[in-house]
């Protein structure tokens, strides 16, 4: 049984006919012209017969005509997910603690501005040809996105302890994933930079800067899935394009500091996000995901000798003196997975007056 033809099929079929039983008018003769389909691919003909209810058998027109048999379970109807992580700290407007903190004075107000961005990009998506869009609250307890605010054709992942954390949900039926909000790494001078938490100092993936953003992008390559959109300001945007190159990317800010930054106007980091989402997904398929070569080195640098023994105490990981800890794995996913453990681990060593 055939139920998806090449684009040369299409070109020889020219046109097809098809019965379909109808209980009110007895069986129906269909004359289809697939003119409309030469310049598409074999999925836009899948499509088209996925729209049938009930079994029908098909005779393909033309020099090399024949009887196919359609089933509507074998047809496979053009699916494109896009999945967006949505932080707070790069977005446009946000540069202080008081302001990405949930309930401090000014986190209303940032939130705000995070919905609008996480919006712009689902807009972007749906008008690049996602048909499924998947968010992931990926800020602090990943309850800043709510529910009502958020596009309401898009999913939501809303609350905190998920496997895959800032890319929960994420898998390799996805066609993209993008950032938006994200940050720069720690220690540098990117706005409110860090590194998932406060004891990171520094963090190398083989050669290449450790943001968040870029682990993340690890943890889609080993599922296939190139990032293909990053959003913040002008560091953070940096980092995540050294792994990524052929991303879209928006600077919604430039860092002055780690809690300063030169805003760009409002109206035009909404438009500009919802153009690049949507030359995101339609260019999706032309994209590299990001897969560093193996072994693949992590290396975790953390801010006292005391956090690093912890993080190391399976004994697992190398210690690096005086304060980092080697992780070293056969691809990205138990990378990343490596990673985030050997992070909560440390975070139970932290004091909170002295570090
Ligand atoms: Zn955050």
Redesign the pocket.
């Known amino acids: 049984m055939v139920h998806c033809w090449s684009q040369e099929q299409i070109r020889r079929a020219g046109s097809l006919r098809f019965r379909k039983a109808d209980s009110a008018r007895g069986v129906r003769i269909h004359d289809l012209s697939l003119e409309p389909l030469f310049t598409q691919t074999s999925c836009a003909v899948d499509c088209i017969l996925a729209s049938f209810s009930r079994e029908s058998r098909v005779h393909i027109a033309g020099p090399r005509a024949k009887s196919i048999l359609i089933h509507p379970r074998q047809t496979r109807p053009m699916v494109c997910r896009a999945f967006i992580s949505v ?3 790069g977005v446009n407007g946000v540069v202080s603690p008081d302001q ?1 903190t949930p309930g401090r004075r000014n986190y209303e107000f940032a939130r705000r501005l995070m919905i609008r961005e996480a919006n712009a990009a689902v807009r972007g998506a749906y008008r690049g040809g996602a048909t499924e869009v998947l968010v992931n609250d ?3 307890g990943m309850l800043n996105l709510k529910r009502e605010d958020i596009d309401g054709r898009a999913e939501l992942i809303s609350g905190s302890h998920k496997k895959y954390s800032m890319m929960e949900g994420l898998d390799d039926s996805f066609s993209c994933a993008m950032f938006v ?1 994200y ?1 720069s790494m720690a220690s540098g001078w990117g706005v409110l930079s860090h590194t998932m938490s406060g004891h990171l100092s520094k963090v190398r993936v083989n050669n290449y800067p450790g943001s968040e953003g870029v682990l993340n992008a690890m943890l889609a390559g080993s599922m296939n899935v190139p990032v293909t959109l990053v959003c913040g300001d002008e560091l953070a945007v940096g980092e995540v394009l050294e792994a990524c190159p052929a991303a879209r990317k928006v600077i919604v800010k430039n860092s002055i500091d780690r809690f300063a930054a030169r805003n760009s106007a409002l109206a035009e980091v909404e438009n500009k996000i919802e153009e690049e989402a949507a030359l995101a997904v339609s260019g999706a398929k032309n994209t590299e995901p990001f897969r560093p070569r193996p072994p693949i080195e992590v290396e975790i640098e953390f801010s006292q000798p005391s956090i690093a023994r912890r993080a190391n105490l399976s004994g697992l990981l190398e210690f690096r003196p005086p304060s980092s800890v080697i992780i070293r794995a056969d691809n990205g996913h138990d990378a990343w997975v490596a990673f985030r453990g050997a992070i909560s681990l440390a975070a139970t060593a932290r004091d909170p007056d002295y570090g």
Do not use: I, K, Q, V
Request: avoid cysteine; hydrophobic fraction near 20%.
């Open positions: 932080d707070m700290e990405a990926s800020h602090d909000g940050h």
